[in-house]
């Protein structure tokens, strides 16, 4: 990717490599920047700009081949690659990230996860086995871990997120509705659920009037 | 709210309305814009904008009145009242939302969850009943619902979708990975999780460069 990108391109990335994928599974191995754009509510012109800036693709007239289009932005993504991952916090939300099938099909393989919960320690979810917490710093000095999944309790989270970074964690995937303090090498993306079914909420409200 | 809001600042209303939350549960009675500010890393300027935006409030001096600010804000996003949600499929992710305690806390309240598994059909996710999804129009028929939560697999979601707009809901929280065409007065949130961890791996790969 040449040069500066904008976050609302970045922001689109996923959303081009999932149509990408989607259209690979429907057999289709070409599309034009028309095409692409109907599908993905965004104009022709948009794409191209959009592609444009991932690198230049396609040629005028022939439209993209998806296959390559796909697989270069899926490297673009860095999800050409396997990433290791363990989950913090065997709750609601560390069990649906552990069960999901597509994240392991994406690469994002789940290691281990971790509780402080003793009734919760030994036993697996998924086939994925539920470590004590207390072994978190032995398990990051013997294991390669690229990503945390941080979905403990709020008030154990900044405690958690610093024995993580401490080890050598540099990217958190934090489910945790709190604002981390983490050493600036640290990447960090935020999904706050409530702040989904807030913006919902907001939408209706501002639709009645 | 007086005329037009940016989608950055509606995108930050929630952060205000937690924060302030968390600043209430502390105590704190009064807040400066420079206070605040730093606890959610913007500038006190950004904070006077943004709040002069939700409607004019405080006085010059005086900081800002935390419970009064946390209510107005709460009343602009709506959850000052009720919302009765239904959760359309059982699995991981479904669980995962009927299982939270801070939806309920903050109003939203799950009626029913709906699968079509017979294995799970007529047993309970907390203390919430799984029913037929063949039962799910007759339901709507006689309870007022004012949010579905799409939790189904990628292959169902664009019809069951349709039997929810067909029967009255007009705002959809979308936890499935597919861009549902839906009557233009229905409001949805999408919640795409694979986006997130592609994000982050994205920035990771950034970040080695």
Redesign the interface.
Known sequence: MAGYVSEAV??R???Y??HLRELEAEGVRQISSQGLGE???LTASQIRQDINCFGGFGRQGYGYSVQELREHIGM????DRV?RMVILGGG??G???A??D??PA?G?QTLAIFDADPGKIGTTIGSILVRDIETLTDFLREQPV??AVLAVPPPQAQEVADDLCRNGI??I?NFV?A?LKLPP?T?V?N???????????????Q?ET
């Open positions: 970045i922001r990335l996923p959303g490599y999932r599908r993905m509510k673009i993504l860095g999800v990433h609601n939300i069990r649906a990230v069960l999901s597509s994240f994406n994002f690229d990503i540099t990217a995937w509705p604002d090498n990447t993306v999904v706050h659920l409530e702040e989904g079914l807030e913006i919902l909420s907001f939408k209706m409200k639709k």
